[in-house]
């Protein structure tokens, strides 16, 4: 995951997660990494149209989005 997270900061590469939320909730999500440590993610989210904070623990899944998502005007 390493690898992909720090791609995803270099190359603007968006990521398709599968994240388990504190209260047990399942989401599909696709983010463009901001910045990223050894708890926390940092990352535009697409499905809640801001950035958040995402505790890098809940990762179930993450892999390179190939859909079209639509990149957030910055």
Do not use: I, W
């Given at each position: 995951?390493?690898?992909?997270?720090?791609?995803?900061?270099?190359?603007?590469?968006i990521l398709a997660a599968i994240?388990?939320?504190?209260?047990?909730?399942?989401?599909?999500?696709?983010?463009?990494?901001?910045?990223?440590?050894?708890?926390?993610?940092?990352?535009?989210?697409?499905?809640?149209?801001?950035?958040r904070m995402f505790k890098r623990?809940?990762?179930?899944?993450?892999?390179?989005?190939?859909?079209?998502?639509?990149?957030?005007a910055w």
């Open positions: 995951m390493e690898k992909l997270l720090r791609r995803s900061v270099q190359e603007q590469l994240y388990q939320s504190c209260s047990g909730e399942f989401t599909q999500r696709n983010l463009l990494v901001k910045s990223f440590n050894d708890t926390h993610v940092v990352a535009y989210c697409f499905l809640r149209k801001q950035t623990d809940h990762f179930l899944s993450v892999q390179p989005d190939h859909s079209n998502v639509s990149r957030p």
